[in-house]
């Protein structure tokens, strides 16, 4: 089933927190909503999910009028930032919740639980309370909970972002990997770029409640239509026409006033005596090293080896990778 938004808008009193949202999350599909705190990702997840309303526009699933559906009838599964677990209760009995209030029979109860904290991998973990499990091992809890009743549409809100760098990374393959196995549908609001380029199929990129660019994490990264989205997801110098002219680059007819967007991973340094450029810094990242150059009245991100051939200082030259850099509007 597909889900629907057209046009959808959301105030708080006289604030628009949403602007004319368009999106749909096809079948299977794992769309991330990324973007600045502050956006409007988390109040666009919770006016799909039913706890809140939205004044404009409409949002349907399979064809089917969701805004007179409330949220406990719409079928969700919902995964919060904070650990929302019953304190009172086991993984299995808060994995059981959704089917015990549905009056499921006890043995499937029993059986689909057991099926969840294998998929899951807490077989071992089923009688601990929440306050006995990591970080890591209640969200997982959270989300079998999520999926015991086969949730139409699975709705995870910052699901990993309380959680320490290593047992993030390994929840979000497990997540991912979950998700294409079961199919189902999936919307994840993160404000982490690494998350939603490495997790989702489509990444739909917010500023200040409105839709930025919706698209593949690859087209995202490499094909920014904005001059916000080139600065949010990775890094980007933003150069205008005249300074892209100093590295023989010119718009394509028709695109004046557009800036000229470029990764530091594409702009070569190499040290050179006579050269125009200064090195003003030199961050080592691990991997490799973030270099700022002043070049001709700008600041230009380069990425160098992680011990580059030169120092803080030094006179070096650019060039390019072929194909380097996008247009982006400003
Ligand atoms: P974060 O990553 O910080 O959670 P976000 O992108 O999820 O940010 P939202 O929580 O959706 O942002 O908030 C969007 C805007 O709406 C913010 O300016 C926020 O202050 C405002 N807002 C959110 N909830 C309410 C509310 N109940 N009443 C009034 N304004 C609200």
């Known amino acids: 089933m597909t889900l629907d938004i057209r046009g959808l808008s959301k ?3 006289t604030w628009q927190a949403l ?9 299977s599909e794992f769309v991330c909503l990324l973007g600045p705190s502050g956006c409007g990702k988390t109040t666009l997840l919770r006016v799909v999910a039913g706890l809140e309303s939205f004044e404009g526009g409409e949002m349907t699933l399979g064809g089917r009028d969701l805004a007179t559906i409330g949220a406990r009838d719409r079928g969700f599964g919902i995964v919060f930032q904070s650990y929302s677990l019953f304190p009172q209760m086991t993984a299995a009995q808060n994995i059981g919740y959704g089917l015990k209030l549905r009056k499921r029979p006890q043995a499937e109860i029993s059986a689909r639980v057991e099926e969840l904290l294998a998929l899951v991998g807490l077989e071992e973990f089923a009688g601990r309370l929440p306050w006995q499990l990591s970080g890591g091992q209640q969200q997982r809890v959270a989300i079998a909970r999520a999926l015991a009743v086969e949730p139409a549409l699975l709705l995870l809100d910052e699901p990993l972002s309380a959680l320490d760098a290593r047992v993030r990374a390994g929840l979000r393959s497990e997540i991912r990997q979950m998700q294409k196995r079961l199919g189902i549908p999936t919307i994840m609001v993160t404000h982490d770029q690494e998350e939603a380029l490495t997790m989702a199929d489509k990444v739909v990129c917010m500023s200040a409640g409105r839709i930025e660019q919706i698209g593949s994490p690859a087209d995202i990264y490499t094909r920014p239509a904005t001059r916000f989205v080139a600065d949010f997801v990775g890094s980007s110098t933003l150069l205008p026409e005249e300074r892209a002219a100093g590295f023989g680059i010119v718009p394509p007819a028709g695109q004046s006033g557009r800036l000229f967007a470029l990764r530091p991973e594409d702009v070569l340094v190499r040290p050179d005596a006579t050269g125009p450029g200064r090195v003003r810094s030199i961050t080592f990242l691990g991997n ?3 270099v700022e150059i002043d070049w001709q009245g700008d600041v230009i991100l380069a990425e160098t080896h992680r011990l580059p051939d ?3 200082g030094a006179p070096v030259t650019l060039s390019l990778q072929p194909g380097a850099g996008v247009w982006v509007a400003p």
């Open 288 to 290: 490799v090293s973030r």
């Open 310 to 312: 030169f120092t803080e």
């Open 19 to 27: 602007k004319e949202i368009d999106l749909s999350v096809g079948e």
């Open 11 to 13: 105030f708080y009193g």
